[in-house]
């Protein structure tokens, strides 16, 4: 079936025209983005400085008020006017300041409150407001928070400490209305669609914004109002910089001097909608320019491929064996230069062809001769390879019986050596034995001695308690003699007792005397008795002392007769000990002369084993080589006929050239 076949011009504009649309419309969509870009940065840099702009005006009428009120603070404290003349001194000022209507107002620690006259300001608790309580904090008057007055209007009370000299605290301040922050709020945004809204961070309550019904309310994250939950999150977290919440882009700016931070915001929307306008103008002028392109590329496209045409066809031509075309390469282009390379090619080929059909005849002559040659290799290689493969039959029982011995005699190397290491664990071992029964026949020695040395230390030990047992009775004879004298002496104290009663008065001094020796006495005797029964309790004790010490003497010499029998067998024992240790050391040398004598034998062995493997791969090549020389012969045979084939064919396609 005939391929189907196109022009290069529609394959030309069909990868041209897409990569056209495509990089126009990439253009476009660059252009749109960066200007979006750039309007964004814009917009935003525009609504910082319009922000900075109201936090100034802002600071600047806040700063316009304070002034205003120190001013009138310090003259109230350069006059110090009375309690009596305090609220004429307040009616001077009220509603010379149209930002704080209520003018001015003073409350003692002692809970009193003094006000102008016409002032509606009222309050049950003095001490406990919040404008007294702010204002203790401050000399010079300073803003504090936002909070509703008596009359449940939204007020930011401006307090200070008033120093009159007193011992009473007071705390002067005026209240200032929002009214006229929410109008420098409202008022001072310079974008179109825009809106702010002022905040204390104190207690994050909204000071101004443009739905008064927001006015006084504590912003908060979990607000239903994206926008100011998100502007709550960015102020809690002192994150100040401007960013999209919501579809909005927002900006804040903290107002100096104070708490509290403005916060404007514009839809996204509008900064974007000259942005959208743009882009659908870029997209109608790359459509247009889409098109011009188009028929543009067309004209040219045609124009240059046209001399294509021509050598398509000579092409065709030669993809038909016609030699004899003339090529057109007179155009001074790439495609003239294309058209004088195929002249080129066309004299080459007809040349070629021509040594072709030469050189066919040439390769069927010695194609035939190949085939008579490798017919004879094949038989002399088959004849090789026969002989071969009866020597390697040869070399591979040879290397069975060779591998078979080097086997043997590694297992018996490996078994006198295994041998080696047990007489030589066994001889360590018994080397340690040796030295062990040597250790123990000492350790029975420094026994023998330490049991004669207990032995005399027992005698010892009797002769100090016999000692003791003959100072016992000695103290007997002692206490004896005290509790005689303790009796001769209570008589005596009786005797004086009764010559002092006969002496009546005269004799009681000596009788009361009489009385403690008889006393005395009694105690002395009553002790010596105690002692004579605890002497009595030591003279058991020593006893049983003696006798135990006797007993421990004759087990002392039992056993220090059985240390000496242990003595002589470990001396026994050490002798036989020796004695094997010396036999043990001439097996060890015995085994050493059989191990070295079996290692040889294994070396040996190997080495004709190795041998024996080295002939036999030898021979293994040899039978492949002379198979690979038998298999060769066959193939040149076979691509003897196939080149004879080859030439014949080669020698057809040629004929049907036109040259």
Known sequence: MEKKTRKISSKLLTFIIPVVVLTVLALVIIAATISQKRMTEMATE?????????ADNIEAWLNENLEYFNTVKHTMEAQNPSENEMVAF????????????????????DGKLYKATESAMSTDNVTGSTWFR????????????????SLGETVISATGIYLDGSDNIKVLGADVTLDKISIIVNSGVKMKGASSFLVDTNDYKILAHRDVSLIGTNLSESSQDALLAGAARSIINNDLSSKEIDGNMVAFSAV?????????????????????????????VGAVAIALIIVMILLVVRRVIAPLTHISDNIAAMSDGDFTIEVDSSSNDEIGLMGAKVSEFVVSMKNMLSSISEESEKLKEESDNSDRVSKTMYEASQSQAEAMQQLNDTVDQLALAVNDIAENATVLSNVVADTR?????????????????????????????AMGGISSANEQLVESINKVGSASEEITKIVGMISDIAEETNLLSLNASIEAARAGDAGRGFAVVATQIAKLAQTSSESAGNISHLIEEIRKLIGNAVNQANVSTENIKQNSELIGVA??????IYTNIQDS??????MITEIQKVEDVSTNVAAISEEQAASADEILATSQNMVEMANNITKSSQDVADNSHELAQTSQTLTSYVQKFKI
Do not use: C
């Open 567 to 572: 003595v002589d067998t470990f001396d026994r």
């Open 256 to 284: 100096s001097g104070t708490d509290w931070v403005l916060v404007s915001y514009i839809p996204t929307s509008v900064i974007l909608k000259s942005v959208s306008q743009m882009g659908i103008l870029l997209f109608a």
């Open 46 to 54: 525009t609504l910082e400085s319009s922000i900075s702009n109201q």
């Open 90 to 109: 307040l009616d001077s000022y009220y509603g010379f300041n149209s930002n704080s209507p209520e003018g001015f107002y003073l409350g003692t620690s």
């Open 421 to 449: 290491d047990n007489s030589d664990k066994a001889h360590e071992s018994m080397k340690e034995t040796v030295e062990i029964s040597q250790k123990g026949r000492e350790d029975m020695e420094q026994l023998s001695i």
């Open 134 to 149: 702010q204002g203790l904090s401050r000399i010079r008057i300073g803003y504090g928070t936002a909070y509703k007055n």
């Open 581 to 586: 240790n010396a036999l043990i050391e001439t």
